[in-house]
């Protein structure tokens, strides 16, 4: 049985290579347009590969926006992480430290709220394009978010940095659900996400 192993076979893997890069900062960059229309034919063209390189890449459209999806949400789970990491050295609370200086879990989780906010309003209409589809490699990284972010919810919690009344899960769910809201708002800013999250983190605040 013969194999692809002539001189020709390691240019025509680094070309799959380079074409399946191309075509993956394609769509990450499509998904980032509030106006795109993203297509096989509109990837290819941002590319600057043909359709049938793109199809030959990755299978179909959708494996190529799960794979997209994925990796743009990959800086936002190690932010989580680092985030969640650095609150475990503790800084008083209310001192306004940034991440990386000792933030407390309170600071520590607005944050990760305002990066949450800014990542879903440039990326909004991924949820739209995923919509429908399967996206296994999408699915495992976004349960990756949300324990991670449910990790920064229970320790602002234990650190008694927020009220005890509110079911862990009930509070993760709502604060993810309405950054996600803020996010989707026509009059998105970060103006509006700070405001957001000063409330927010107020009404969560231990009853006295």
């Known amino acids: ?11 025509r893997r680094a070309d799959a290579v380079r074409n399946r890069l191309l075509a993956l900062e394609a769509t990450k960059a499509l998904l980032k347009q509030r ?13 600057g590969l043909g359709a049938a390189t793109v199809v030959r890449a990755f299978g179909n459209k959708d494996a ?3 794979a997209a999806v994925a990796e743009l949400l990959d800086p936002l789970i190690r932010r989580a992480g680092g985030v969640l990491s650095d609150s475990g050295s503790g800084a008083d609370s209310g ?16 944050a990760f709220l305002l990066d949450l906010i800014a990542f879903q309003s440039a990326h909004w209409i991924m949820n739209e394009q995923l919509r429908g589809v399967k996206a296994p490699l999408t699915a495992a990284r976004r349960t990756e978010l949300r324990e991670a972010f449910r990790a920064l919810v229970a320790r602002t919690r234990d650190a008694g940095g927020m009220r005890t009344d509110i079911d862990i899960d009930v509070a993760t769910t ?8 803020i996010a989707r708002s026509d009059a998105a800013s970060r103006q509006l996400a700070d405001g957001f999250v000063t409330v927010v983190m107020d009404g969560l605040r231990p009853q006295s």
């Open 95 to 110: 001192s306004g430290a940034e991440p990386g200086s000792g933030t407390d879990p309170r600071q520590a989780l607005r």
């Open 35 to 47: 106006d795109a229309t993203i297509t096989v034919e509109a990837i290819a063209r941002q590319a």
């Open 1 to 11: 049985m013969s194999t692809a192993s002539g001189p020709d076979s390691q240019p």
């Open 64 to 66: 190529l926006v799960d």
């Open 174 to 181: 709502l604060l993810g659900e309405m950054a996600y809201a």
